[in-house]
């Protein structure tokens, strides 16, 4: 047997399994992790260190469609601020937006027959709350705070738009789309929000 050692991160490998091609996939694998992993530390601190109230979730908003830019993953606005995201069924996105559902924009909002589609939600606001921490990423937004997690949720749903990308689209069972949402302490981050996430009004939207 073979252990694969990248950045502290280990995986094993049997000798019946032992090829040039097991082997390189097992470093890959390990290097996204690594790099998935400090993304997701860089990307909850600056939310921690930028709360803002809800409805107010613009400097917010604007980092998360930066951050997806970058991915090349299509977006738009759900309920502003609200932002969704998709990554479309087989790795097909209907570049020129003619298809069923297209809009011009590259955007898919059809499900294929026998797909479902599958919609994670993070709420994107803060309270109104002073920090008393010493730590470095600590808020630099004054009687605002991240104090119930929603920095942390909103980083994971993005490093989650991250890792789909870098699956084998083709094999995946459905849609898959991002929803970030705003004023979720009013109880009201859904509202609107999903209504917009999920166009086709069926069984397979839920």
Not at 81 to 102: K, N, Q, S, T, V
Request: negative net charge.
């Amino acid at each position: 047997d073979v252990t694969v050692v990248v950045d502290g991160r280990t995986s094993s490998l049997s000798s019946s399994s032992l090829t040039f091609d097991a082997v390189l996939a097992s470093i890959k694998r390990l290097s996204l992790e690594s790099d998935f992993e400090l993304d997701l530390i860089r990307q909850r601190r600056f939310l921690h260190e930028t709360p803002e109230l809800m409805w107010n979730e613009r400097e917010t908003a604007s980092f998360i469609k930066k951050e997806l830019e970058k991915l090349g993953i299509v977006y738009e606005d759900a309920a502003e601020p609200g932002i969704l995201a998709r990554i479309p069924l087989d790795g097909d996105d209907d570049d020129d937006g003619e298809g069923e559902g297209g809009s011009g924009s590259g955007e898919s909002t059809t499900t294929k027959k026998n797909k479902i589609a599958v919609l994670l939600r993070a709420d994107m606001d803060a309270l109104p709350v002073t920090e008393e921490t010493n730590l470095e990423f600590k808020s630099k937004n004054e009687g605002k705070m991240h104090a119930c997690g929603h920095d942390g949720h909103v980083a994971i749903n993005q490093v989650r738009a991250e890792v789909a990308i870098n699956e084998d689209l083709a094999a995946m069972p459905s849609e898959i789309s991002f929803l970030q949402s705003r004023a979720h302490v009013l109880g009201s981050s859904s509202r609107g929000c999903t209504a917009a996430a999920c166009p086709v009004q069926d069984e397979k939207c839920r």
